[in-house]
């Protein structure tokens, strides 16, 4: 079984560029998360989708990063403009709908802002 | 709102000793409990989980009991690998509502020294 599918793998943009990763998830699995992870820190949810619709966008700094699921499937968030401190590996991970179940990831897109 | 603690790393081990980390959590309702692992240079993968009060989740010689009156699920083994160096991921997700909400501890950075 194909795994969740990200790119790129990396980036180097420079503060004030725009920025934007895609995901592809497991087939079948309906809920769909980005999360950021800081150097040092635990993965934080920026958003959760299910289907195309989103279930938790609360932690997403929406005056900058924007995410959309078209269709359901694949998944792209942006960075618009990008900050230094939006330096982080960006993970998506996909589940199975329901409650409780397993959260599957990709192996994340690492960003660096100069 | 939910939120898990890990305690404080790096955690540096010999060979074939003795590993507990420790994992407390505040949710609502009834959460199910999951360590995810992350061997360097790979993305998050599911160690083990337990989705009830008293349940033991168990992987690769790893264990964690579910301990609903202290709110804990510490990961323990019985005798460390080098292979087993990696950070070590407490989550839970939250079992209100329809959907799960998948939220991480900071991550524990564990060495196994030959």
């Known amino acids: 079984e194909a795994g969740v599918a990200q790119s790129p793998r990396y980036k180097i943009i420079e503060k004030r560029q725009s920025v934007a990763f895609w995901c592809n998830p497991i087939?079948?699995?309906?809920?769909l998360y980005w999360y950021q992870q800081i150097l040092g820190q635990g993965p934080k949810l920026l958003i959760q989708f299910q289907n195309n619709g989103v279930v938790d966008d609360s932690q997403l700094p929406k005056d900058r990063f924007s995410a959309e699921r078209l269709k359901g499937v694949d998944s792209t968030l942006k960075i618009q403009p990008a900050k230094l401190e939006d330096s982080a590996v960006y993970l998506c991970a996909s589940s199975f709908e329901g409650k409780n179940t397993e959260a599957f990831f990709g192996q994340g897109t690492r960003l660096t802002v100069v | 709102g939910d939120s898990v603690t890990q305690m404080e790393g790096p955690v540096t081990l010999s060979e074939e000793a003795f590993l507990t980390i420790n994992c407390t959590y505040t949710?609502?309702?009834?959460?199910?409990l999951f360590w995810y692992v992350q061997y360097p240079g790979e993305g998050l993968q599911l160690l083990l989980k337990?989705?009830?009060?008293?349940d033991k989740g168990s992987n690769k010689g790893f264990e964690a009991t579910y301990r609903k009156e202290t709110t804990s699920f510490h990961l323990e083994k019985g005798s460390v690998q080098v292979s087993d160096s990696a950070v070590y991921f407490c989550?839970?997700?939250?079992?209100?509502?329809?959907?799960?909400?998948?939220?991480f501890g900071k991550g524990i950075t564990l060495s196994v020294r030959p």
């Open positions: 087939s079948g699995h309906a809920t």
């Open positions: 989550a839970l997700t939250s079992s209100s509502g329809a959907n799960s909400k998948l939220t």
């Open positions: 949710a609502t309702g009834y959460p199910s």
């Open positions: 337990a989705t009830k009060a008293d």
